[in-house]
């Protein structure tokens, strides 16, 4: 039995599938950010087997280029969560709403 690129690719789904549900169902800011992680590193896994697939170095650059943007979101995103953290002594998404003006 080897593993094909559709193996990788539905635990690819799978991945981004739990962290979509990670964002729908908790309210806490911390764990909605690691999700969305979550479903870049799903998008990440796609683009490697595609590449993959095809032969094709692309998907890796791709990566590449997400990975760049995701560490640029992990400092800023952090950061402001912390911050707010520190303001308010909750990380509840529920409660950050009161912010907009």
């Given at each position: 039995?080897?593993?094909?690129?559709?193996w990788y690719?539905?635990?690819?789904?799978?991945?981004?599938?739990?962290?979509?549900?990670?964002?729908?169902?908790?309210?806490?800011?911390?764990?909605?950010?690691?999700?969305v992680e979550?479903?870049?590193?799903?998008?990440?896994?796609?683009?490697?087997?595609?590449?993959?697939?095809?032969?094709?170095?692309?998907?890796?650059?791709?990566?590449?280029?997400?990975?760049?943007?995701?560490?640029?979101?992990?400092?800023?995103?952090?950061?402001?969560?912390?911050?707010?953290?520190?303001?308010?002594?909750?990380?509840?998404?529920?409660?950050?709403?009161?912010?907009?003006?």
């Open positions: 039995m080897t593993v094909t690129p559709g690719m539905t635990l690819a789904a799978v991945l981004f599938a739990i962290g979509l549900l990670g964002i729908l169902v908790r309210r806490n800011a911390l764990i909605m950010f690691m999700c979550l479903m870049l590193n799903a998008v990440n896994l796609t683009f490697v087997a595609a590449g993959r697939a095809l032969g094709l170095i692309d998907g890796q650059v791709s990566v590449f280029f997400v990975l760049v943007v995701a560490a640029a979101e992990v400092v800023i995103g952090l950061a402001i969560i912390v911050a707010v953290f520190r303001q308010r002594s909750s990380a509840s998404v529920d409660e950050l709403s009161g912010l907009s003006g």
